[in-house]
């Protein structure tokens, strides 16, 4: 077998959770092109079905789109009945869906403080404790959670003490995870992201054009990365070209946190 093999997925089933759009739609489209049967499971039904068919479009692999609340249990449990009936057990998850809400924290109230918490951290657990049930009674699987680089450094000029705190905690929750269920088959890593050129970040950067100026600054590379640069992380991550790695947070971030 050569070293490039080791990066296929051909034949295995991976969900990719808040994929309809930005980072989520980029790495589910790595994970297709290496062959894996993806899930497109997301909130917004409608916008995940169109991803699903342009992804689907020419490729080998099956692409679904799957309905999905990753905060509430019962939907995610019946995301993963949905998706294991149409594609086969899951193989790979990839835990990205999460949102953002930017405000000082004295000003923070308690219900926005909560909607962060319940997508950005109980959803990670919440799905990863689904899907994980399925891949320790198999024996195996690979998770992969979507944390930032802001669980490591506090972002400025933007205050957002919600997910800097949300993404701290699924990189602990991915250490966790990666100690109870290393010597059962199921490896849990993580990715944290910098700034990257989603559209979302385009619209904020339309309506702050200062802030992309602060975020430049503070990144030794001078530039926000590419949704394309996450692509052969994902697949590293969630492929047996990790085979000897887990419990491990991987920064992709120009440099900002080592500054």
């Known amino acids: 077998m ?38 497109i499971a997301d909130v917004n039904a409608e916008k995940a079905e169109r991803t699903a068919t342009a992804l ?55 219900e926005s403080w909560r909607r962060v918490v319940a997508v950005n ?45 949300t993404k701290a905690g699924v990189r602990m929750l991915t250490q966790s995870l990666a100690v109870e269920w290393g010597d059962r088959g199921v490896r849990v890593n993580a990715i944290a992201p910098g700034y990257m050129r989603t559209d979302l970040v385009d619209e904020v950067l339309e309506e702050n054009p200062e802030m992309a100026e602060e975020w430049l600054e503070n990144t030794p590379m001078g530039r926000l990365g590419r949704p394309e640069e996450l692509e052969e992380l994902v697949v590293y991550l969630a492929s047996d070209a990790s085979s000897y790695m887990t419990g ?12």
């Open 56 to 110: 689907g479009e020419g490729a080998e692999s099956e692409v679904v789109a799957v309905d999905v609340d990753v905060t509430d249990e019962a939907s995610v449990t019946s995301m993963v009945e949905t998706v294991t009936d149409r594609l086969g057990p899951i193989d790979v998850l990839v835990n990205n869906a999460g949102i953002v809400e930017n405000a000082p924290a004295e000003e923070t109230d308690i």
């Open 248 to 259: 491990s947070t991987v920064v992709i971030d120009g440099g900002y946190t080592s500054r």
């Open 2 to 39: 050569s070293v490039l093999d080791s990066f296929s997925l051909d034949g295995e089933t991976a969900v990719v959770t808040g994929a309809a759009q930005g980072l989520g739609r980029q790495m589910a489209s790595a994970l297709v092109d290496v062959g894996a049967d993806v899930a």
């Open 121 to 165: 951290l109980d959803g990670v657990f919440l799905c990863a404790k689904q899907v994980g049930q399925q891949m320790l009674e198999r024996g195996e699987g690979r998770i992969v959670n979507i944390s930032s680089m802001s669980g490591f450094d506090v972002n400025v000029p933007q205050k957002q003490a919600s997910y800097n705190t």
